[in-house]
C-alpha cells in the first residue's frame, strides 16, 4: 500500500509545550516527516531530538515577541502553530486527597495559573506568531482541546482515586475551542486555517479501577495508545485539509457520542 505523502518536508513548525507526554510524540512524527520543529516548552526535551528548542514562559508575551525576532531575524516564514502546551490533571496512580480541587474550595490562585497557562499561553501565541503568518498571507494554526472540551467530566469515575477534575480543565478547553473559530474567522481572509482537536485520554499506567470504569464510557473500549494522535496533526499540518478551517475534530474512540 502506497504511504501518504504529508509533504512537510522543510515546513518550520512551532509547537508548544513539545516536551511533554502528548507533545514529544507529536514531535518525533514532525520530524519523521521531516519538518523543522521548533519546541517552546518550560523544560528541555527528556531525549535528544533535532527539534530545536526555546525554555520560555507562553504566558509572558515579551518572552514570545523575542523568540519571534529570531524567526524574523534569521528570515525564516513559520508555516505552523500548535499550541499544544497545558496544564493537565491526570488521575493519580494512588489515592490521593484533593480536597482543594472541589469546586466549593477551589482556589483562586490555582485558577488564575490555569487559566493563565492553559488558555491565555495559547491566546498570547496565536496573537503573536499568528499575525507573523497573517504578513505572509498562509499559516496553519492547531490548537489541542480535549473531549471535555465537548462534554463536561463524568466525575464518578475518579472516585475510587479520590481524584477530582477540576472546573479550569473544562474552562480552558472549552474556551480553545472559542479560540480557534475565532481565529479562523477573523485571519481567514488571511488565509490563516485554524482547527482544534479534541482528543480523549492516552492510555499512561493509569490506574485499573480508573481504567474500567473510563473504557466503560469509551464505545472502543479503551482509551489511545500514545501515538494515535499523530496522523491527525500531520494531516492538519498539510495540504490534505486545505479547506478544512474552524473545525474541531473529535478523536475520542466515540466517548462524546454516547
Avoid at 514562559?57 to 524574523?72: A, G, Q, S
Amino acid at each position: 500500500m502506497k504511504k501518504i505523502s504529508f509533504n512537510l518536508d522543510n515546513k518550520n513548525i512551532i509547537i508548544t509545550g513539545g516536551s511533554g507526554f502528548l507533545g514529544s510524540q507529536i514531535t518525533n512524527a514532525l520530524i519523521k516527516e521531516r519538518a523543522n520543529v521548533y519546541i517552546i516548552d518550560i523544560k528541555k526535551p527528556k531525549k535528544k531530538t533535532s527539534a530545536k528548542y526555546f525554555i520560555s514562559d507562553i504566558t509572558n508575551e515579551n518572552d514570545l515577541k523575542k523568540i519571534l525576532n529570531f524567526f524574523k531575524v534569521k528570515k525564516i516564514k513559520i508555516d505552523v502553530l500548535i499550541n499544544n502546551a497545558a496544564i493537565d490533571y491526570p488521575p493519580p496512580k494512588t489515592k490521593t486527597k484533593t480536597n482543594s480541587l472541589e469546586l466549593e474550595t477551589f482556589p483562586n490562585t490555582l485558577w488564575d495559573k490555569d487559566i493563565s497557562v492553559s488558555l491565555k499561553g495559547s491566546y498570547l501565541c496565536t496573537k503573536v506568531f499568528g499575525s507573523y503568518m497573517s504578513k505572509f498571507k498562509k499559516g496553519i494554526i492547531i490548537n489541542v482541546s480535549s473531549d471535555l472540551g465537548i462534554i463536561a467530566p463524568d466525575q464518578r469515575i475518579y472516585k475510587k482515586s479520590g481524584f477530582i477534575k477540576p472546573v479550569t480543565y473544562s474552562v480552558v478547553k472549552h474556551g480553545i475551542i472559542g479560540l480557534t473559530k475565532y481565529t479562523a474567522s477573523y485571519w481567514g481572509k488571511k488565509n490563516i486555517r485554524c482547527n482544534a482537536i479534541a482528543p480523549g485520554g492516552i492510555y499512561n499506567n493509569q490506574d485499573s479501577s480508573f481504567l474500567k470504569k473510563i473504557n466503560q464510557l469509551i464505545p472502543l473500549g479503551r482509551m489511545a495508545k500514545k501515538k494515535e494522535y499523530n496522523g491527525l496533526i500531520l494531516f492538519l499540518c498539510s495540504d490534505l485539509s486545505s479547506y478544512i478551517s474552524g473545525s474541531v475534530i473529535v478523536a475520542d474512540g466515540g466517548r462524546t457520542i454516547i
